[in-house]
């Protein structure tokens, strides 16, 4: 039987671009289209087209993303996997991901012979990560005392967007006290002496965007 596949993208050229890479194999079938998360979860919840494989893209515009609806997706409908399809490579994005029940991780470069494998992996139970996306995560395992904690990758994203001590204590339900102990930590493992130097190191070796 077809692996029965949805796409969700906000541009309708990548969709058709990733709707013509899919069904160039027989065995797998587009069956459903959606521009955000939320019209992924709205076809869900109709309950059909029945959906074995979703192709999500991380950033939406305005739209619930990818991360979000995964999760959603994942709790609601175990059965359904959900591979994500993405040109972010950052280790932060692909934590989020992985946390959100994501079956796999793929760039929007890869071929399509890899996108197709993927699918077929994901629909069969199995995890499937582009080759850089499992060096990451390796590099993560084997790199002991001086990785980042996701939570110290948190509070960085949210430094990149300008918030405050205060407002990422908030954001991330912690003290201030504790994110200041976080940031003499990400200090310490990025080897720089302040916040801009933070952000600007973490970009550097893709850990944030």
Do not use: C
Not at 37 to 53: C, K, N, T
Not at 68 to 87: C, D, K, S
Not at 98 to 127: C, F, H, M, T, W
Not at 189 to 204: I, Q
């Amino acid at each position: 039987m077809s692996v029965r596949v949805m796409l969700v993208d906000d541009h309708p050229v990548v969709r058709a671009g990733v709707r013509a890479v899919v069904e160039a194999h027989p065995d797998l079938t587009v069956v459903a289209e959606a521009a955000d998360g939320a019209e992924a979860i709205g076809v869900l919840e109709a309950g059909e087209p029945a959906v074995d494989v979703v192709l999500m893209d991380l950033q939406m515009g305005a739209g619930m993303d990818g991360v979000t609806a995964t999760r959603a997706v994942r709790e609601r409908w175990p059965g359904v996997q959900v591979l994500i399809l993405t040109t972010f490579d950052t280790e932060a994005d692909i934590l989020a991901a992985v946390n959100a029940g994501a079956a796999g991780y793929l760039l929007k470069d890869a071929p399509s012979e890899e996108i197709a494998s993927a699918v077929r992996q994901a629909a069969a139970g199995r995890k499937a990560l582009a080759p850089q996306v499992a060096a990451t995560l390796m590099g993560r395992m084997s790199g002991g005392s001086e990785v980042l904690s996701e939570r110290e990758i948190q509070l960085l994203e949210l430094i990149a967007r300008g918030a405050t001590n205060k407002v990422a204590a908030k954001e991330l339900f912690i003290s201030e006290a504790t994110v200041k102990t976080h940031l003499v930590h990400i200090f310490q493992k990025l080897g720089v002496d302040n916040r801009t130097r933070a952000v600007d190191e973490a970009r550097r070796r893709r850990i944030i965007r």
